[in-house]
Structures are given as structure tokens and as C-alpha cells.
């Protein structure tokens, strides 16, 4: 008689958050391969979703991970709208957010709110933007997911250049964690050294369509590369 091995999946609902508003909390799942993450999706922070875990083993951790592996299928259920992920190995993070977090998200929720732009609006989201860098460092893509951490980086564009220069090396250490989109460094750096008459390193500044003046232009597809951004597509003609 032959002794079958095959291990029958194991099915894990993870969490249901769809009665749970007063429990805020960051969702992430990321996949791996060879033990190092290739993908990753942040939800969005204050909304409602439903993730499932279908693996031939999986493991409630500490800290609200769940770790998978084997025949990994994850189905998250969000606004309507279902994902699949699959792979070998996928962990899924829940954190939920203390009182200083979620007052955070909030703030960042608000800079991208509609409504009439002026002088003292920009002020109040810096000095929003300020306490949050204080208290938690720059909120990128772990911290904020993508839609918030972009609000929190069109504040910063918004920003007079020596408040800018001021806030920049949070955002570097962010970058330099893979925790920041390397187009919106090269586009700050870029910001602060036209807003200061200087050359531009990157080539994301125009004006009448054409870069602004761009140091060492021979090495400028290299600085580039170096954060995520394709080549110039056309000579800047300086």
C-alpha cells in the first residue's frame, strides 16, 4: 500500500476588519523568495479588508505576523475589489496603531484633503508634517502606505526652500531604505538646488519644457539609475 505524503492546505482567515473601525491598523503583505522580500502591497490605512491565507503551512507569530509557506495563496477583499497573491512564501504583517499613530494618519489623511490651497493651509500641514517626522521619522511607504505617503511628499514640494533643506535628510534615510519612490528624492534634491540658483543633479526640474541647467551632464543617466529613474529621454541641450 502506498503511503501518500501530500499535506492538505491549511486554511487561515487572518483577520475580517470589516466590524473593527475603532481598531485602525497597517496591512501589509509581502512575498519572498529564497527569503528575501520581491513584493509587497500596503493597504490602505482606515478602511475596511478581509485577508485570507491558504498555504500548505502557516504560522501565527508574534506581533500580528502570519507566516506562509507552500503553495501560498493570499485573497484580500478591499473596496470591492479582490487581489490574489501567490507564491511560495508570504508573510502577512497587522499592526494596530496606537494613539500617536492613528492621530499620524489622520494628519496625513487631511494634506490630502480638496479644498482651497493658500499660504496659511501650507503652513499648518508643515507644521503637521514637522511632528510627525519628530515623533515617528519621514512617512513612507511602511509607515503611511503609498496614497498618504504621497501626500506627505507634496507638502514637502510645497515647502519654501529652507524649510525644505530641513526636512531633507529624513526623506534621504527613508530613500536609503527602499521606504521612499527614488523619483521623489531626485525630484527634492532637484527642487532645492534650482530654488537656490544651482544646478540641478537629476534633470526633474523644466521650465518651457526643458530641464533646467544639469551638473555633469555626462554622468546624469548614471545618478539616475542609481535612484529607479529611466535615462533622459532627449539631450537637455546645455
Known amino acids: 500500500m502506498r503511503i501518500l505524503d501530500k499535506i492538505a492546505p491549511a486554511v487561515l482567515a487572518v483577520a475580517s476588519w470589516s466590524a473593527m473601525a475603532a481598531e485602525p491598523s497597517r496591512i501589509s503583505v509581502h512575498t519572498l523568495a529564497g527569503g528575501k522580500e520581491v513584493a509587497r502591497i500596503m493597504l490602505p490605512i482606515g478602511q475596511q479588508h478581509s485577508v485570507q491565507v491558504e498555504a500548505n503551512q502557516v504560522e501565527q507569530e508574534r506581533g500580528g505576523i502570519t507566516h506562509a509557506r507552500g503553495n501560498v ?42 479644498g482651497k490651497r493658500d499660504a496659511a493651509r501650507d503652513r499648518k500641514e508643515l507644521a503637521r508634517l514637522k511632528t510627525i517626522i519628530a515623533a515617528h521619522g519621514w512617512p513612507g511607504l511602511r509607515f503611511a502606505g503609498p496614497e ?71 554622468a546624469l543617466d548614471i545618478r539616475r539609475k542609481m535612484l529607479g529613474l529611466p535615462a533622459m529621454p532627449t539631450s537637455s541641450g546645455q
Open 73 to 114: 495563496r493570499v485573497t484580500i477583499r478591499s473596496g470591492g475589489a479582490t487581489t490574489a497573491v501567490v507564491g511560495d512564501e508570504v508573510i502577512v504583517r497587522r499592526k494596530v496603531l496606537d494613539a500617536r499613530e492613528l492621530a499620524a494618519i489622520r494628519a496625513l489623511e487631511a494634506m490630502g484633503a480638496p
Open 148 to 218: 498618504l505617503a504621497a501626500n506627505a511628499f507634496t507638502v514637502l514640494m510645497r515647502t519654501p526652500p529652507r524649510e525644505m533643506e530641513a526636512l531633507l535628510p529624513a526623506l534621504r534615510e527613508a530613500q536609503a531604505q527602499n521606504d521612499v519612490p527614488g523619483a521623489q528624492l531626485a525630484q527634492a534634491e532637484d527642487r532645492l538646488l534650482v530654488a537656490k540658483g544651482l544646478p540641478q543633479r537629476y534633470g526633474t526640474q523644466l521650465a518651457s519644457g526643458k530641464p533646467v541647467i544639469i551638473e555633469d551632464e555626462g
